[in-house]
């Protein structure tokens, strides 16, 4: 079982910015995606952000590019997620997402259903 443990959420006012981590336990870290979602009290989890193994290819929802930033370190087994001009619409619990199988590319992570393992979410709540 991969264990995802993501920190870094907090509350922040409107236009500021965090940096969300998340460190995997998993030893595939390396070559596979890895994505980010969110869900707001109320709602669907939703897609945020994805990476292909290498870095090389992000994804974003559009409600967040231009402002959110995904990226790794494979070395740490750590993806990150910098979130800059944050808006109170940005408000919720972010999960870290593995899928489980290498051949999962970043750009198939942007739905739930690609998603094998998540973390435990950590809360993240922008004051307007």
């Known amino acids: 079982q991969v264990q995802l443990v993501e920190s870094g959420g907090g509350l922040v006012q409107a236009g500021g910015s965090l940096r969300l981590s998340c460190e995997a336990s998993?030893?595939?870290?390396?070559?596979?995606?890895m994505g980010w979602f969110r869900q707001a009290p109320g709602k669907e989890r939703e897609f945020v952000a994805s990476?292909?193994?290498?870095?090389?290819?992000?994804y974003y929802a559009d409600s967040v590019k231009g402002r959110f930033t995904i990226s790794r370190d494979n070395a740490k087994r750590t993806v990150y997620l910098q979130m800059n001009s944050l808006k109170p619409e940005d408000t919720a619990v972010y999960y870290c997402?593995?899928?489980?199988?290498?051949?999962?590319?970043?750009?198939?992570?942007?739905?739930?259903?690609?998603?094998?393992?998540w973390g435990q979410g950590t809360q993240v709540t922008v004051s307007s």
């Open positions: 997402a593995e899928p489980g199988r290498p051949s999962t590319t970043a750009q198939a992570m942007r739905v739930p259903t690609s998603v094998a393992s």
């Open positions: 998993t030893r595939t870290f390396s070559i596979n995606a």
């Open positions: 990476i292909s193994w290498s870095g090389g290819s992000t």
